[in-house]
């Protein structure tokens, strides 16, 4: 056990440090620099895209965890943009590195990560969820095109996304997981049409996509033909952690301490009642354990060990850990925790309830808390699965 | 960065639990409590021939020299094998007070005999935590006068006692004036007892001080969460080897997402623990601005997964996880002794709190 970092790492912070100290003025905020051009000059220092290969747009950095773990750590103490994020650049980027042709890397790789070209990404549909497998949007090859018909939901970003990566079923005949590919294709492309579904938060945050017979070149395929599953599994993976990051929740339990030293419950600090400060003290236990867990995750990466069960329980306990962390703040607040959007008395610019309710959506995203328990027990514990239905 | 145990540490376990093993576990816990013993001197002399007993107490004391995060992983092994031995007081916090606060001469008497495992040291920290109704010890006119109560390792040779002013006192367990009264709990693994003194001499440890008795706690409260894990972890597994064997319906239950569901809850909570441990143990060595926030928190937390836990893997078992024959109930009652001994999860929680400026 030694948790200090190298006298390189110890350096490289020290860098990062000082370039966010000398540049943080030119970090987009609303009415400011643009994340374009932010995005640029991260791309072109190495604190984004980093380990990404300059021939397609990154920077080319061998890959250090750490040195990403310092860059992630360094931008979050600063409160700025750590460069863009979305679909595009956490989940497309590394499948085409893994799965793509050449032509795909060079295509897309370099728009993506300059943000001049955003994603959505097309699975879930309304008869697949849970089990995604069963997906059944069409893909039929009618001469050198795709011809799609069909409907997916909870696609994020589709309003403003220039391209979608879509899982499409075009092996009707095939098993159920080798019967799907993975498909690129323009939102521009006739036949599409978006639906805003406006969710429990008040945004709209996720939309309905339509297909009737949307026209794809052949060769917009990641993979084989029937691949698709695989392709998607592997990104799937990659979104799980991403979640419920304990760095976040550490620090949405220091701000929810400050704000039970500075409300007042018939003129005393509401920390002062023994119920909820005891009920802060469950919660920032529970962070603490969660953010433990985070760096022996980090360890076992940088030394390129198996986690086991430690990483796949991350979704399963950050997402709800993090809902009841958002609910104390509201049980603190009491009737002024009801408050929402633009009113007077409103806390912490409305939160505490979004995020109350957005993390709900996210126990449910993403593989639901169900779904987590049946992988761990399944895959972590290796319990059996349960028996086919004889009819099935 | 290397946030893990080193290949010495997974080797240190690893051998101390094949010594449980090859001692009996369950078997030898049962004859332990079946027969009375006050004191299991064969697992004792084992323990101390791996070195277990002088772990954390410096070479030129005859011990090993080791940190607090071998001293937990120590622990963990003994909580997965509800191992009946004095450990916590003996082999952590009597050696740790007499190291800190103890005069060279108290030093050379007494660490070699404790790490050669000739002697058991019982600890009295119970008031130091919370006093019960008028529990408490007081230095009058230079002898001890008062009672301390749930004593660690309390089938002792001498005893090292708190007194409710935070110095610390090395007694024999034969002073005149001293009175034992044996304490009976629910976990028969864990001989504990009441100490009345009437003017008992004592022996002061000279270097005491507010902040070596908080290290005392600290560090206690770690060794306790540390045996929670090893006794958490083995009740979960036993729970789906169970699950995997046992069928109903012409399918074994681990097929049923009821059960699965149960045990991955049971994992969910627990895994996690693991690294809180030995970041918490770790911290004790070389985080000391975060080592008492950190241990109240390890010590709460695991008493509460441990609980959940606890309870869940009994009622996987169904029907035979209640009986005394499959014996499941030694590791349920040793992780609720884990759970009150130096401070329940209320009392902890509130400890890190007042750590913290939270609460005055």
Redesign the interface.
């Known amino acids: 056990m030694d948790l200090s970092y190298s006298p390189e790492h110890e350096a490289f912070r020290r860098e990062t440090v000082a370039f966010i100290e000398a540049n943080k003025h030119l970090a987009p905020r609303p009415g400011g620099p643009s994340p374009l051009a932010w995005q640029a000059l991260l791309i072109e220092k190495g604190y984004a895209a980093r380990t990404i290969p300059k021939a397609y747009g990154g920077y080319g950095a061998e890959p250090d965890i750490l040195k990403s773990r310092i860059i992630a750590e360094e931008f979050a103490k600063a409160q700025i943009s750590p460069g863009m994020g979305g679909q595009g650049i956490s989940m497309l980027v590394p499948t085409l590195l893994e799965m793509g042709t050449e032509e795909q890397k060079t295509q897309f790789i370099g728009p993506t990560l300059r943000g001049e070209l955003l994603w959505c990404q097309g699975y879930s549909e309304p008869n697949a969820g849970s089990d995604l497998a069963s997906l059944a949007t069409k893909g039929e090859l009618v001469g050198d095109e795709w011809v799609i018909n069909g409907q997916k939901i909870w696609t994020s970003t589709a309003h403003l996304a220039h391209w979608i990566f879509c899982l499409v079923r075009t092996e009707p005949d095939a098993a159920k997981h080798e019967g799907i590919s993975f498909l690129l294709f323009s939102m521009d492309t006739p036949g599409i049409e978006i639906r805003p579904l406006v969710d429990m938060t008040g945004a709209a945050n996720f939309n309905e996509v339509f297909f009737t017979d949307v026209r794809v070149p052949k060769d917009q395929i990641v993979g084989k033909r029937g691949q698709g599953w695989q392709v998607a599994n592997s990104i799937l993976r990659h979104e799980r952690g991403s979640l419920a990051d304990p760095n976040t929740m550490l620090s949405r339990v220091n701000a929810l301490a400050d704000m039970m030293k500075s409300e007042t419950l018939d003129g005393r600090p509401v920390m002062d009642n023994p119920i909820y400060r005891d009920r802060l003290m469950q919660i920032q236990g529970r962070v603490l354990a969660m953010r433990c867990n985070d760096l022996r995750l980090l360890s076992s990466a940088v030394n390129k060990q198996n986690p086991g069960v430690a990483a796949m329980v991350v979704k399963l306990q950050g997402t709800e850990l993090r809902h009841e962390l958002e609910a104390l703040a509201i049980d603190v607040l009491g009737e002024l925790g009801l408050l929402y959007g633009d009113t007077p008395r409103l806390r912490g610019h409305g939160s505490w309830q979004r995020d109350y309710m957005y993390f709900l959506g996210l126990i449910i995203g993403g593989g639901t808390s169900q779904i987590q328990k049946n992988i761990i027990a399944e895959r972590g514990l290796g319990m059996p699965r349960e028996a086919k239905l004889a009819s099935a | ?6 290949q010495e540490q997974v080797m240190l376990q690893a051998s101390v639990e094949r010594f449980l093993a090859d001692q009996g576990g369950l078997t030898r816990t049962r004859k332990f409590i079946g027969e009375g013993e006050a004191r299991a001197h064969d697992v004792l002399e084992g323990l101390a021939g791996l070195g277990v007993m002088g772990l954390i107490i410096p070479e030129a004391f005859g011990g090993v020299g080791l940190s607090f ?1 071998d001293a937990a992983i120590v622990s963990e092994a003994l909580g997965r094998f509800v191992t009946p031995a004095p450990y916590v007081g003996t082999a952590v916090l009597a050696p740790l007070a007499l190291m800190r606060a103890g005069s060279e001469a108290q030093k050379t008497e007494w660490l070699p005999k404790l790490a050669a495992g000739d002697l058991v040291a019982g600890v009295a920290l119970s008031e130091a935590t919370g006093a019960r109704g008028d529990a408490g010890v007081r230095l009058k006119d230079g002898k001890l006068v008062g009672t301390a109560l749930f004593v660690i390792d309390y089938e002792a040779d001498i005893f090292i006692v708190a007194d409710l002013d935070g110095r610390l006192h090395l007694v024999a367990a034969d002073a005149p004036g001293l009175t034992r009264t044996s304490l009976k709990t629910i976990d028969g693994t864990r001989p504990t007892g009441e100490l009345t003194f009437e003017g008992v001499s004592a022996e002061v440890l000279a270097a005491s001080s507010p902040a070596v008795l908080r290290e005392l706690i600290d560090v206690g409260r770690v060794m306790f969460a540390a045996d929670i894990l090893g006794a958490a972890q083995d009740m979960l597994d036993q729970a ?1 080897a169970y ?2 064997e046992r069928k109903q319906f012409e ?2 239950i ?4 009821a ?3 149960m ?3 049971m ?3 627990l ?6 441990v ?2 918490a143990a ?1 911290a004790l060595d ?2 000391p601005a975060e080592a008492s926030v ?1 241990a109240c ?1 390890a010590k ?2 695991l008493s ?1 997964v441990g609980t959940f836990v606890a309870r869940r893997s009994t009622e996987v078992h169904g029907g035979m996880g209640f009986t005394d024959l499959v014996g499941l109930h030694y590791w349920f009652k040793r992780i609720g002794f884990d759970r009150q001994i130096l401070g329940g999860p ?1 009392t902890v ?2 400890d ?2 007042r750590l ?1 400026g ?2 005055s």
Do not use: D, I, N
Request: proline share 2%; net charge neutral.
């Open positions: 960065m290397e946030f893990g145990l080193s995060l789906v699950s995997k399918r074994a681990a097929t049923f997402q059960v699965k569901h045990c991955a809850e994992v969910a909570a895994e996690p623990c693991r690294a809180m030995w970041y770790y070389a985080l950190t928190h709460a937390h509460e209320q929680r509130e890190a709190a913290q939270f609460s």
